[in-house]
């Protein structure tokens, strides 16, 4: 319930900017939009996934005086050199596992939002859509990706103007927190490229029909580009693709007639899309996460986890849906539709079904803090994998 009266809250702030998106206002709403994902990503207590692992990995971090004394050892730590540097830099503060959890969520979630104006005159909508689509994954489990993610969103603003030195400084700032931040580098020449819907069409239904037919052919190219990258990568590789709740492939779901129709309705506006500043930007790198969604069907964890860096530009892209539409009533009925989308995509987290134990119910620190009791966070987020496990095997 508690994510649920969240989503409505986003919702009715996303009403309003519909109704009231002059700058000021747009600013204000959005504003409490983000401090209100700030507190619930930040604030959260044993909540989530991989709250385990990364708090594991924050007390085996070296310190900052470590790393004086001995620079080499942050190329030996198991994650990116970035993340790694942002940890010792919260415990040089004195700061804990939850202090780096609340500093994470403000990064990101402060990037996003001030890069959002630049793309939709409806950032509280996207951060309506941020919420439904990716803040679970991104800000509740990936913390590590999700900082890569919201550089890379941050940086796609200097694409149009064509300013490859920032951009390409913010996302090297990316890679260092995840390699997979790199695929952006040749995007910068690619995103603003007006692609012909005849092409859109005949690349999305090719992979529906590939995914349909079951067709194998992505794991042998992974697992030999994996192997040229390194021992490091080789294995992270073999684990994927050879553990079996990772290598399951994607099923004909919901999710994938979803995507289709998303498609076909995005495409009904591309022409009017591509004259918008910043259209033809979201609407390829939307293109390219369902281009990974139906191709690499076959490493589901792989796909959803790249997909995370393009997927990210349906946030901007649906507002500007509800810019071209003419009528408040319009816009209104497009904004209902595109609620109803983000609950049916994070549906069991906010009906609360037994396989989002690990969200539900949310913990917050400082209650914790205050009122010192015993957590269910272990068991829940045990229960969340089998769960998990059982799906993929």
């Not at 690619?190 to 069409?201: A, E, F, G, N, S």
């Not at 986890?305 to 408040?328: D, K, N, Q, S, T």
Request: contains cysteine.
């Amino acid at each position: 319930m508690f994510y649920l009266i969240v989503l409505l809250i986003l919702f009715v702030l996303a009403v309003l900017n519909v109704q009231m998106h002059d700058k000021l206002s747009s600013q204000l709403l959005s504003g409490i939009a983000a401090l209100l994902l700030i507190a619930i990503a930040g604030l959260r207590f044993e909540t989530g996934g991989d709250w385990d692992v990364y708090t594991q990995l924050f007390a085996e971090f070296p310190s900052f005086s470590r790393l004086i004394g001995k620079p080499s050892e942050l190329l030996q730590q198991p994650v990116e050199e970035g993340f790694v540097l942002l940890c010792a830099a919260v415990k040089a503060l004195g700061g804990t596992v939850q202090h780096l959890f609340f500093v994470v969520a403000c990064i990101n979630i402060t990037l996003i939002t001030c890069a959002l104006p630049k793309y939709t005159k409806y950032p509280a909508v996207s951060l309506l859509c941020y919420f439904g689509l990716l803040f679970f994954n991104l800000e509740m489990i990936y913390i590590r990706q999700a900082t890569a993610v919201a550089l890379c969103f941050f940086a796609l603003q200097y694409i149009k103007p064509r300013k490859i030195i920032p951009y390409l400084l913010i996302i090297l700032l990316a890679c260092s927190f995840h390699r997979v931040a790199v695929l952006m580098i040749p995007l910068y020449f690619i995103l603003r490229t007006k692609i012909p819907t005849w092409i859109y069409v005949a690349v999305i239904a090719g992979g529906a029909i590939l995914m349909a037919i079951g067709v194998p052919w992505i794991k042998t190219i992974f697992l030999t580009v994996a192997g040229w990258l390194g021992d490091n990568y080789a294995h992270k590789a073999e684990v994927y693709t050879e553990e079996a709740m990772f290598a399951t492939a994607r099923g004909i779901t919901i999710g994938y007639m979803l995507n289709l129709l998303i498609c076909i309705f995005v495409l009904c506006f591309k022409k009017k899309i591509d004259t918008m500043p910043f259209g033809t930007i979201m609407l390829n790198l939307f293109f390219l996460s369902i281009v990974l969604y139906y191709y690499c069907y076959e490493l589901i964890e792989v796909s959803n986890r790249v997909r995370l860096f393009f997927f990210i530009g349906i946030i901007a892209l649906l507002p500007m849906l509800l810019e071209l539409l003419p009528f408040f009533l319009e816009r209104l009925t497009g904004l209902f539709i595109i609620g109803l989308y983000c609950f049916c995509f994070s549906r069991a987290i906010f009906l609360e079904k037994p396989q989002a134990a690990a969200y539900n119910p949310y913990q917050n620190c400082i209650d914790y803090t205050l009122h010192p009791r015993p957590s269910s966070g272990l068991q829940r987020l045990e229960q969340s994998k089998h769960f998990f496990r059982d799906e993929r095997q």
